[in-house]
């Protein structure tokens, strides 16, 4: 069975660096074809697609944000984990972590964290 | 990045009656070389992560009620509810992955009428 679960702090101030970790069980990410994303979304808004790193350390971010994110993985902790820097209001949204479906040659995502909300105030 | 849209913003349709989603993508998310439409469809409940409906257009995910099905092809999609049921009640995104800098659309909300 597959779960996800993401970990951070719920508060972080404007320009702090945001780290989230998405621990996880079921699979490794060592296995071809494994993935994990990361997609936020703002209250009452719609999902946004942050980051994804795969099993061969490959990584992808949005071009919107790239200058900002980093994920990385540790493989032998079950852990990913997504860093934001130079937060702002704006970012203040549930961060959720996701299983990317294998057997697919594309990325959607069938197993997601409950997700975090993070909010950034001063 | 490919942008996606989505139409109604919202709709309320009654219990048993068929719902219909449309999503566009500013962009062909057809793959030539294997034919196959790079286009999902996620359901989220008040609360609740999204759960993944439909792959590749409209191959439905293990376990996903047959009143769910997918169509279209190229830039133009959309999801049908064939007779919708009080459990339904959701918002409905689709995604592109035909690009690896994948993208959402804005959702759209359906309720009962």
């Known amino acids: 069975q597959i779960t996800l679960k993401e970990s951070g702090p719920t508060l972080v101030k404007p320009t702090q660096t945001l780290t989230l970790t998405c621990t996880f069980s079921?699979?490794?990410?060592?296995?071809?074809?494994?993935?994990v994303g990361w997609i936020r979304q703002p209250p009452g808004k719609a999902l946004e697609w942050l980051a994804l790193i795969y099993w061969d350390d490959d990584k992808r971010y949005s071009p919107s944000l790239k200058s900002r994110l980093t994920i990385t993985k540790d493989t032998s902790k079950n852990q990913v984990v997504l860093t934001m820097t130079n937060m702002d209001p704006v970012d203040t949204a549930t961060y959720y972590c996701a299983h990317r479906r294998r057997d697919l040659s594309g990325t959607t995502f069938d197993y997601w964290g409950q997700g975090t909300l993070v909010t950034v105030s001063s | 990045d490919i942008v996606m849209t989505q139409s109604p913003d919202s709709l309320a349709v009654s219990l048993g009656e068929r719902a219909t989603i449309n999503c566009k993508s500013s962009?062909?998310?057809?793959?030539?070389?294997?034919?196959?439409?790079?286009l999902a469809w996620y359901q989220q409940k008040p609360g609740q992560p999204p759960k993944l409906l439909i792959y590749w257009a409209s191959t439905r995910e293990s376990g996903v009620p047959d009143r769910f099905s997918g169509s279209g092809s190229g830039t133009d999609f959309t999801l049908t509810i064939s007779s919708l049921q009080a459990e339904d009640v959701a918002v409905y995104y689709c995604q592109q992955y035909y690009s690896t800098h994948l993208t959402f659309g804005p959702g759209t909300k359906v309720d009962i009428k």
């Open positions: 079921g699979f490794s990410l060592s296995t071809s074809g494994v993935g």
């Open positions: 962009q062909s998310v057809l793959y030539s070389s294997n034919n196959k439409n790079y």
